[in-house]
């Protein structure tokens, strides 16, 4: 099967969604949260942040490395100049990375030297690292119709649209849907699904799925395939790509591995992305991309909607 079929060859083309094309029904209307709070908001992590790369960052340099005991004297620093000293803690100093890295955009005089990763390598070190952008934009391509083939028992207690589905049930419709095989051309299986697990030289790796692909005619030697997911509100995030790649790497040698991500978006367009396997965070490339419209049928919808499970 070839990228440019379709899937439902009878259903209408869409337009790829821009954020303001966000769905307007009162039923269906998702919550929208900002994508990240900004990091100059906060008054406890920013300054810590900003102490750490201030006394380390070099001219020239392409990384800034530290300890969680560079941070918990950041810390301490930034308590003996404040006016509200208890208002600042380093009984968890971890926090502060994990906040800066993962929660919020790091702070403009970071960001306007060029260094837009903050990353953990290895058991309490981390570092700032020069890359174009901490997020990878959703590429834009043609919408390729695809019938929704999720069973009833399962379809009518995920929401109406794939813009209000979280990551686990946008990877269960997908699955249903055959998109992966479609994408990547091979016949695809789970392996496992939310795996967090501890990674020499990065730390803890997060992933959403491990899928196996096989290709016919090659005696069924695996490809492996680390998964990110994001709902519609969330970015794809380069430091996230990289560890599963670095997960995948580590606990399946010698496999090919291809790092992929699904993206939702305000008018439930589902994109699936394909990375190179790059060195570091910064050198992650999007290698091919395509774009879905899954069309719920008449039926599903009026039984999710007789279903009416509640929010979740």
């Not at 196996?212 to 519609?232: R, S, W």
Request: charged content about 25%.
């Amino acid at each position: 099967m070839s990228d440019e079929d379709d899937l439902d060859a009878t259903a209408p083309k869409r337009r790829r969604a821009t954020k303001a094309d966000a769905i307007t029904s009162a039923a269906a209307k998702p919550k929208v949260k900002s994508l990240q709070s900004h990091g100059r908001n906060s008054k406890v992590y920013v300054p810590v942040i900003l102490k750490l790369f201030q006394d380390r960052w070099r001219p020239g340099a392409a990384t800034v490395v530290f300890s969680l005991d560079d941070v918990r004297t950041a810390v301490e620093a930034v308590r003996a100049g404040s006016d509200n000293p208890d208002a600042i803690s380093s009984r968890n100093p971890a926090d502060v990375v994990y906040r800066m890295r993962s929660r919020t955009i790091l702070p403009a005089e970071i960001l306007d030297k060029g260094f837009h990763i903050l990353r953990a390598v290895g058991r309490g070190r981390y570092q700032f690292e020069k890359a174009s952008s901490g997020i990878i934009d959703t590429p834009v391509n043609e919408i390729t119709p695809a019938i929704d083939q999720t069973p009833m028992p399962v379809r009518r207690l995920l929401p109406e649209t794939m813009a209000e589905m979280d990551e686990q049930a946008l990877l269960s419709v997908v699955g249903y849907c055959n998109l992966l095989d479609h994408f990547t051309g091979m016949k695809i299986y789970r392996l496992r699904s939310h795996v967090r697990k501890s990674v020499p030289g990065v730390g803890q790796a997060e992933l959403d799925a491990i899928d196996v692909g096989i290709a016919a005619g090659e005696d069924e030697i695996p490809v492996i395939f680390p998964i990110e997911a994001k709902a519609v509100s969330d970015e794809l995030n380069r430091v996230q790509i990289f560890n599963m790649i670095q997960y995948a790497a580590h606990y399946y040698p010698g496999l090919t591995v291809r790092p992929l991500a699904l993206k939702v978006d305000y008018q439930s367009a589902v994109h699936l992305i394909e990375f190179n396997v790059a060195a570091r965070p910064g050198d992650l490339r999007v290698v091919r991309s395509a774009s879905y419209a899954i069309n719920t049928s008449e039926a599903q919808i009026a039984m999710i909607r007789a279903t009416n499970v509640p929010k979740q």
